[in-house]
């Protein structure tokens, strides 16, 4: 994943750009692959965008996925992968019937949009390959699978961290990944890196992102950190007896994170 300078946080409570990326790139393709990984019951938009700035971070035609999630709507592209683009909380709806003036805060060339529907939004493979700078979105469908396949979840986090890039000043990279919470305890899983979850171990109550991902693995060989960020995934906790009675992540065949991840 490359590294570009952060130009700006958009929404200082929800932090700005997730991932990074080559801004020649924002394809249809990365689009509808994104919407299709978001539940059928999640808002989102596909959206073709005309740039009309000369002198900008992104190409003359973009392709984006508008999708909502934690009552705020989010922002994506294979260019930079995922941004907030509400500016405010408890606007939701008013975002959604007018997405023109959050596209310009985010590219003053972002004059016009369509949004696509049918099969200009569906994406024609049925199997994808990962999604280009889509740790975000990755993370959240993971934790969707999690609960289709019967996974009792008692409680899910994204967990998004910052840190800066070694030799580019003002220069940092961002990165989510899922921690959630079973009868068995805490665990982490970074569909861009494992093929499975791993034990977390004993889980800090607070809003330690940090503390998340250091545990996690991300701190090592002198990464310094900048920010991060814990948002919760709506879970539907199971009742304690059910929970019991389902299988454990131990017991479950590994081969369930590969095919369905």
Not at 13 to 31: D, N, T
Not at 91 to 113: C, Q
Request: aromatic content about 10%; hydrophobic content about 45%; proline content about 4%.
């Amino acid at each position: 994943m490359k590294s570009v300078a952060i130009f700006g946080i958009r929404l200082a409570l929800l932090l700005g750009v997730i991932g990074w990326g080559s801004l020649a790139r924002a394809s249809l393709e990365s689009a509808q692959q994104a919407n299709a990984l978001l539940r059928a019951d999640t808002w989102s938009r596909v959206l073709r965008i005309e740039n009309s700035r000369s002198h900008s971070h992104y190409p003359r035609i973009v392709y984006a996925t508008v999708f909502e999630f934690e009552d705020i709507l989010w922002f994506y592209t294979d260019a930079d992968g995922t941004q907030s683009l509400s500016l405010k909380r408890d606007r939701l709806e008013e975002d959604k019937s007018d997405l023109g003036p959050l596209l310009l805060a985010i590219e003053p060339g972002f004059t016009r949009f369509e949004v696509l529907s049918g099969e200009n939004a569906e994406p024609k493979l049925q199997s994808f390959a990962m999604l280009v700078n889509g740790c975000f979105i990755q993370a959240l469908h993971a934790s969707n699978e999690l609960r289709h396949q019967g996974m009792p979840l008692l409680s899910a986090e994204l967990v998004t961290f910052y840190r800066r890039v070694a030799g580019l000043a003002g220069s940092v990279i961002g990165h989510t990944f899922l921690a959630f919470q079973t009868t068995d305890g805490w665990y982490f899983f970074d569909p861009t890196t494992q093929q499975h979850p791993e034990k977390l171990g004993e889980r800090i109550r607070a809003n330690d992102a940090l503390v998340i991902a250091q545990r996690a693995g991300y701190g090592k060989d002198g990464v310094q950190f900048v920010k991060g960020v814990l948002l919760d995934v709506k879970v539907d906790r199971p009742p304690l007896e059910m929970a019991k009675a389902e299988p454990s992540l131990q017991a479950m065949n590994e081969d369930f994170w590969v095919k369905s991840l």
